[in-house]
């Protein structure tokens, strides 16, 4: 079992920046990759940057050259930095883990982009 907290999430100006945490808990060894995904009322759900155990980053196109995906091993933290933030980039933005076969989701964290 794997426990996702998010935090970081709020209101900001476009062209503004925001950093998210994702802290794990658990069964954190056995964490393949980690991601977040944001989605918006009546959408579905989108990857929007992803890490694995061994590094490897993925972007989604609407976001690359403005996010950055990142992990403290030894806080067991993934952090998403945004900037250059838009107002489309608003949205719940959730914590995501693949573990043992399993895919695990933290609560989620709203993102405002507004002036």
């Known amino acids: 079992q794997v426990q996702l907290v998010e935090s970081g999430g709020g209101l900001v100006q476009p062209g503004g920046s925001l950093r998210l945490s994702c802290a794990a808990s658990g069964s954190i060894i056995s964490i393949y990759r980690t991601g977040w995904y944001r989605q918006v009322p009546g959408k579905q759900r989108d990857l929007v940057a992803q890490i694995t155990s061994g590094g490897i980053t993925y972007y989604a196109d609407s976001v690359k050259g403005r996010f950055t995906i990142s992990r403290d091993n030894a806080e067991n933290t993934v952090y998403l930095q945004m900037n250059s933030l838009k107002p489309e980039d608003t949205a719940v933005y959730y914590c995501?883990?693949?573990?043992?076969?399993?895919?695990?989701w933290g609560q989620g964290t709203q993102v405002t982009v507004s002036s």
């Open positions: 995501n883990c693949y573990a043992s076969g399993r895919e695990y």
